[in-house]
């Protein structure tokens, strides 16, 4: 069995939930506490063993290859003035990974952006992760998890949490078959954003995979589905139906969808309680100064 060092992050949508802030800047690029969003998801990649990183981009993302690249002057200025915590910091962000980008120049979809990275992944399982979802568990980042059950299972795997009903017409809901282990099942359906009365579960993808580079043949062939966009999870389910085995997983870790404000709102909140710098004064400005019954 091959060993998982490749990972894709589409990154190329344009972020039209969260207008005007993604007007001009890229919607990977917006600050979750000191860091942009997807300096979380690369962390949890790296920190998973992934060694090289192909972000899938478009127009107006130049701000994402600039925040991983060597800073000449930051660095040189950085280090003149002796701020070496900060120059760490800084240079850590270049060297973390080997990133590569490619241009998706036609926005159709998903599926088409994931085939856009296949002359970079070749014939290689690797992870996808979705610039929209941050996964928090410091003790095994969730790439990781998907890691250990590719190994185990030797087959693709789907990253699932069960959402709310009123929610699954926003993600590729799985119909669970046959339980492999506790957090492991068979699938023997995947929909796209099925309507409410439709969803064959509330076993819900959030924006982590791990596939067997099998997929870019379905991608390669796949006809537009849902919205007209190729879509990821029916090549998925094409694949599946001629054989291909694919589990899915219901990962341990809490889950931001920061494509939207309110997902974003929560995010800062959250990991500013975690972050040392802002922890107390956060806590304290929340629990003494904010009277919700006064905004
Ligand atoms: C994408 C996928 C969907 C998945 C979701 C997770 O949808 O197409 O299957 O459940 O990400 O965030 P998007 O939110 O990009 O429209």
Redesign the pocket.
């Known amino acids: 069995m091959r060993k998982v060092t490749k990972a894709v992050i589409p990154a190329a ?1 344009l972020g039209t939930r969260v207008l005007p802030a993604t007007k001009a800047q890229p919607k990977e690029m917006l600050v979750i506490v000191d860091k942009p969003s997807l300096q979380y998801i690369v962390e949890e990649l790296v920190e998973s063993g992934i060694e090289d990183i192909i972000i899938v981009t478009g127009r107006n993302k130049n701000s994402i290859e600039d925040h991983f690249d060597f800073s000449f002057e930051l660095e040189k200025t950085l280090e003149r003035d002796g701020k070496d915590e900060l120059l760490e910091k800084v240079e850590k962000i270049s060297s973390m990974a080997n990133i590569c980008y490619v241009r998706q120049n036609h926005p159709k979809g ?1 599926g088409h952006a994931i085939l856009k990275a296949r002359p970079f992944v070749g014939d290689e399982p690797f992870v996808i992760a ?1 610039g ?2 941050i996964i928090y568990n410091p003790e095994t980042p969730v790439a990781k998890q998907l890691i250990e059950n590719y190994e185990k299972f030797g087959s693709s795997v789907v990253g699932c949490q069960a959402v709310d009903l009123k929610d699954v017409s ?3 809901i799985v119909a669970p078959a046959r339980k492999i282990d506790n957090k492991t099942c068979e699938i023997s359906d995947f929909v ?2 099925p309507d409410v009365e439709k969803a064959p579960s509330r076993l ?4 982590r995979y791990l596939l067997t580079p099998k997929i870019f043949e379905y991608l390669a062939k796949a006809k537009p589905g849902k919205g007209g966009e190729i ?3 029916d090549s998925i389910l094409d694949m599946m139906k001629d054989g291909e085995k694919v589990v899915a997983y219901d990962f341990d870790g809490e889950r931001y ?1 920061i ?1 939207n404000k309110f997902g974003l709102l929560k995010a800062n909140i959250e990991f500013g309680l975690r972050n040392e710098e802002t922890r107390d004064e956060l806590r304290s400005y929340l629990e003494n100064e904010f009277n919700i019954d006064k905004k």
């Not at 819900?204 to 924006?207: D, E, N, S």
């Open positions: 949508g998903l979705l929209d979802d926003k993600y590729g796209e954003k819900a993808c959030l924006g879509q990821l999870t969808d494509g």
